[in-house]
């Protein structure tokens, strides 16, 4: 997968419009707080305050389109120029000076109609080629600012819990499986997952210390297997469960019916799903073949939960 590296670039324009779904003019400054840019018309408490487009986007646009454009036509509030825009992820960060962003979504509906550059073109960049952001911290920018760019991968940390694995006895097979899983999810995503790995015995005060670490580290997501049956040695869903802001039951109850209709013994896992602060906890069974099963549904839904959890409203 890509490695995407930190890089500086230029704020070429910053532009602002009172009404929404019109271009927006260029202005000597803009000042930010934690609604957004203030007199801006897309200033709110929401997660689409802030909008960037490239230059190179803008002019390869205006060569297919055969006409120029000025900064700010495609409303966008910030035009930068060498950052590689079309790479960035959602929980990247943008800094210039005192001011610091949060990439929260990439593109957006194109508005049609409701859109003056589509109204006279028949087309628009933005929906594809701009990102928006919101205001992690404020403070005024200037044409000319550098802006440097920060990629933060979406971390994870796969925990298989087996005495015997840990002892040597046999390979951890369930917890490779994850890490290609979740490779292969996301490799066709702008998202860039970055994946840790370890093996614990079936020991509920390291696993407890090993969840704790995770979450203050930040780790978006914690995937877990083994410990799920009813042994007396199984005891990953009681430590998540201890721990846990919140459940998200749903998940593994489907998950249960789904499998558990033809191969019944799957209804005596006791997986659970979880919120640990902004942390997300997946406990998977230890098979290979239920990792599987388990990782085929949670997936469905994982950008979604991510989107939810970080208070993202992509609806």
């Not at 990629?151 to 046999?170: K, N």
């Not at 799957?266 to 239920?290: D, E, F, M, W």
């Given at each position: 997968m890509k490695k995407?590296?930190?890089?500086?670039?230029?704020?070429?324009?910053?532009?602002?419009?009172t009404k929404k779904g019109c271009s927006k003019k260029p202005v000597a400054e803009i000042e930010l707080n934690?609604?957004?840019?203030?007199?801006?018309?897309?200033?709110?408490?929401?997660?689409?305050?802030?909008?960037?487009?490239?230059?190179e986007s803008i002019k390869r646009f205006g060569t297919a389109a055969e006409r120029t454009f000025a900064y700010g036509d495609f409303a966008e509030n910030i035009t930068t120029d060498g950052i590689d825009i079309l790479s960035t992820s959602v929980f990247d960060r943008f800094t210039i000076?005192?001011?610091?962003?949060?990439?929260?979504?990439?593109?957006?509906?194109?508005?049609?109609?409701g859109c003056a550059i589509y109204q006279e073109v028949g087309k628009c960049v933005m929906p594809r080629d701009g990102i928006f952001c919101r205001v992690l911290r404020g403070g005024k920018i200037k044409a000319d600012a550098p802006i440097h760019y920060h990629p933060?991968?979406?971390?994870?940390?796969?925990?298989?819990?087996?005495?015997r694995a840990y002892q040597g006895v046999y390979k951890d097979l369930s917890g490779a499986r994850v890490q290609k899983l979740v490779e292969d999810f996301f490799a066709e995503k702008r998202w860039r997952p970055r994946i840790t790995r370890e093996i614990l015995p079936d020991d509920a005060d390291r696993l407890q210390q090993a969840l704790v670490s995770a979450k203050e580290k930040g780790v978006h997501i914690i995937i877990t297997t083994g410990g799920t049956g009813i042994g007396t040695r199984d005891i990953t869903p009681d430590v998540v469960t201890g721990l846990t802001d919140k459940l998200i039951p749903g998940i593994m109850e489907h998950i249960r019916v789904k499998f558990g209709t033809d191969k019944p013994n799957a209804l005596l896992s006791r997986s659970v799903a979880a919120v640990l602060g902004k942390t997300l906890v997946y406990t998977l069974p230890g098979s290979v073949r239920a990792v599987d099963e388990y990782m085929g549904e949670i997936?469905?839904?994982?950008?979604?939960?991510?989107?939810?959890?970080?208070?993202?409203?992509?609806?």
């Amino acid at each position: 997968m890509k490695k995407i590296e930190p890089a500086t670039g230029r704020i070429l324009s910053v532009n602002i419009s009172t009404k929404k779904g019109c271009s927006k003019k260029p202005v000597a400054e803009i000042e930010l707080n934690e609604m957004g840019i203030i007199g801006d018309a897309h200033a709110g408490a929401w997660h689409r305050q802030i909008s960037l487009l490239s230059t190179e986007s803008i002019k390869r646009f205006g060569t297919a389109a055969e006409r120029t454009f000025a900064y700010g036509d495609f409303a966008e509030n910030i035009t930068t120029d060498g950052i590689d825009i079309l790479s960035t992820s959602v929980f990247d960060r943008f800094t210039i000076g005192d001011v610091e962003l949060e990439v929260t979504q990439l593109g957006k509906k194109c508005h049609g109609d409701g859109c003056a550059i589509y109204q006279e073109v028949g087309k628009c960049v933005m929906p594809r080629d701009g990102i928006f952001c919101r205001v992690l911290r404020g403070g005024k920018i200037k044409a000319d600012a550098p802006i440097h760019y920060h990629p933060r991968p979406l971390e994870f940390q796969v925990i298989t819990l087996s005495d015997r694995a840990y002892q040597g006895v046999y390979k951890d097979l369930s917890g490779a499986r994850v890490q290609k899983l979740v490779e292969d999810f996301f490799a066709e995503k702008r998202w860039r997952p970055r994946i840790t790995r370890e093996i614990l015995p079936d020991d509920a005060d390291r696993l407890q210390q090993a969840l704790v670490s995770a979450k203050e580290k930040g780790v978006h997501i914690i995937i877990t297997t083994g410990g799920t049956g009813i042994g007396t040695r199984d005891i990953t869903p009681d430590v998540v469960t201890g721990l846990t802001d919140k459940l998200i039951p749903g998940i593994m109850e489907h998950i249960r019916v789904k499998f558990g209709t033809d191969k019944p013994n799957a209804l005596l896992s006791r997986s659970v799903a979880a919120v640990l602060g902004k942390t997300l906890v997946y406990t998977l069974p230890g098979s290979v073949r239920a990792v599987d099963e388990y990782m085929g549904e949670i997936t469905k839904s994982l950008e979604h939960t991510l989107y939810m959890l970080h208070n993202l409203d992509t609806h």
